[in-house]
């Protein structure tokens, strides 16, 4: 079984520029999540979609980050303009819909701001 | 609020030694309990989970009880490998639809020969 696909691995951007990751999680997965890793600390909820519509979005900065699924299955994550603080990995997951599903990870996309 | 507090690391241990990380959370309600572990350049893959109180769960020789009166998911191994070297973290989640896991800061685990 194919897992939770991420791209690009890593990205080094200048301040203010902008940047775009894509995740396309496991098949049948409704449920599909943005998670934040700064260095040094444990992932952070920023997005959570049920098919394509968001769940969640409260730790989100709206400001300079958004996030779509469009068609209920791939989904893009969006940061303009960037920050030196954005400098963290993202990590897109996904499960079944419901509680009590095991979330799957992806090898998560690396960005730098500089 | 729900959170999870772990022990801070690094944990340096030799190989075969007995591992404790520890791990305390606040819920409202009954959540269930995880452990991730992350190998330096990978992603987070499910180490072990228990979904209510008293249950057990174990993988790869690791093992961790849920344990409500004390509201903690300690993770153990008998014997570590220097291939256990990685950053672990425990997570929760609320057994009720439309929510996520929330995790702890991590463990960063690293076992010499």
């Known amino acids: 079984e194919a897992g939770v696909a991420q791209s690009p691995r890593y990205k080094i951007i200048e301040k203010r520029q902008s940047v775009a990751f894509w995740c396309n999680p496991i098949?049948?997965?409704?449920?599909l999540y943005w998670y934040q890793q700064i260095l040094g600390q444990g992932p952070k909820l920023l997005i959570q979609f049920q098919n394509n519509g968001v769940v969640d979005d409260s730790q989100l900065p709206k400001d300079r980050f958004s996030a779509e699924r469009l068609k209920g299955v791939d989904s893009t994550l969006k940061i303009q303009p960037a920050k030196l603080e954005d400098s963290a990995v993202y990590l897109c997951a996904s499960s079944f819909q419901g509680p009590g599903n095991t979330i799957y990870f992806g090898e998560g996309s690396w960005l730098t701001v500089v | 609020g729900n959170s999870v507090t772990q022990m801070e690391g690094p944990v340096t241990l030799s190989e075969e030694a007995f591992l404790t990380i520890n791990c305390t959370y606040t819920?409202?309600?009954?959540?269930?309990l995880f452990w991730y572990v992350q190998y330096p350049g990978e992603g987070l893959q499910l180490l072990l989970k228990a979904t209510k109180a008293d249950d057990k769960g174990s993988n790869k020789g690791f093992e961790a009880t849920y344990r409500k009166e004390t509201t903690s998911f300690h993770l153990e191994k008998g014997s570590v490998q220097v291939s256990d070297s990685a950053v672990y973290f425990c997570?929760?989640?609320?057994?009720?639809?439309?929510?996520?896991?929330?995790f702890g800061k991590g463990t960063t685990l690293s076992v010499s020969s």
């Open positions: 819920a409202t309600g009954y959540p269930s």
């Open positions: 997570a929760l989640i609320l057994n009720q639809a439309g929510t996520a896991l929330i």
């Open positions: 098949s049948g997965h409704a449920t």
